[in-house]
């Protein structure tokens, strides 16, 4: 029995209790699905209407500002390497 103050039917057993749970749970994940989904939605348009109204592609930037990075990193590599061999080189004629 379940106490009044909490709006149960005291007459409901708890596999009752546990049934209207789930299917509760199950509306309220449902609900969030469809607020999710109208909010993916919503920032998708915005991120167009912002591209349209810049002439910005933020994908395409986003591409180019990982090819930059990419360079970037190969481009201390190099240095790091060529100032081994110049550490190698200037040791072996002291």
């Known amino acids: 029995m379940f106490d009044a103050g909490v709006e149960l039917d005291a007459t409901d057993t708890l596999a009752d209790f546990a049934s209207s749970s789930v299917s509760w749970l199950e509306a309220a994940r449902k609900s969030s699905d469809a607020d999710l989904e109208v909010q993916t939605v919503i920032v998708e348009r915005t991120a167009?209407?912002?591209?349209?109204?810049?002439?910005?592609?933020?994908?395409?930037?986003?591409?180019?500002?990982?090819?930059?990075?990419?360079?970037?990193?190969?481009?201390?590599?190099?240095?790091?390497?060529?100032?081994?061999?110049?550490?190698?080189?200037f040791s072996t004629i002291r």
């Open 48 to 89: 167009e209407s912002l591209s349209n109204a810049t002439g910005v592609n933020i994908d395409e930037e986003m591409m180019l500002l990982l090819d930059i990075e990419r360079g970037y990193s190969a481009a201390v590599k190099m240095i790091a390497t060529v100032d081994e061999m110049f550490d190698d080189l």
